[in-house]
């Protein structure tokens, strides 16, 4: 019997971030060096362009947490590669402008010492919906979200795809983890 295409949804091109719990105790970082973050008008610290090295146990506790995350999406084996790491520490009124990674699969960021996560993702089509639709009619519809905000908490870990656009709003104060990774299928 052919099943019919009548009177179903179908939600095409998704975009999955996976959020899950991580002990922070961990996830310890080598030759950490901090510096007013360059690239964000906030300065908060951050040891982004320090060449941050992971003690080898917790890179090798990260990417296990991670594969686990993953395993069920990529339908080879694969190997993850963590291209980049580094820790953000943000003070009272402390940000970080929209932004990708760019040249990596996969991104990630670790809720080290935060009260609330401050991050929001911005859907990928953002821009094509916003030429089409005006924001009353988006904000009134339950056809597109333009972004996003998870509720972590400390010791949760957020992976999302590079691509996907993010900031991180005015905080309080606290402590993430983020970093790059590839993955090379087998």
């Not at 993850?80 to 990596?104: A, R, V």
Request: aromatic share 14%; hydrophobic share 35%.
């Amino acid at each position: 019997m052919e099943e019919s295409l009548y009177n179903m949804k179908i939600d095409l091109f998704k975009t999955s971030i996976y959020i899950d719990n991580i002990d922070c105790k961990k996830i310890i970082l080598k030759n950490e060096k901090f510096e007013e973050n360059k690239f964000s008008a906030s300065n908060n610290l951050t040891s982004f362009s320090q060449k941050t090295v992971l003690e080898e146990n917790s890179k090798n506790f990260l990417l296990e947490k991670i594969s686990s995350l993953l395993v069920n999406e990529i339908l080879n084996p694969f190997t993850i590669t963590l291209t980049d790491i580094w820790q953000n520490n943000y003070k009272k009124n402390d940000f970080q402008e929209k932004h990708m990674h760019y040249k990596s699969h996969f991104s990630f960021i670790i809720y080290n010492k935060i009260d609330e996560s401050k991050t929001v993702f911005y859907n990928p089509s953002l821009h094509l919906i916003e030429s089409f639709y005006d924001s009353d009619f988006v904000h009134k519809t339950n056809f597109f979200k333009y972004d996003f905000e998870p509720k972590c908490r400390q010791n949760q870990l957020v992976l999302f795809p590079s691509y996907l656009e993010h900031l991180v709003k005015r905080t309080n104060s606290g402590v993430t983890i983020a970093g790059n990774l590839k993955i090379e299928l087998i």
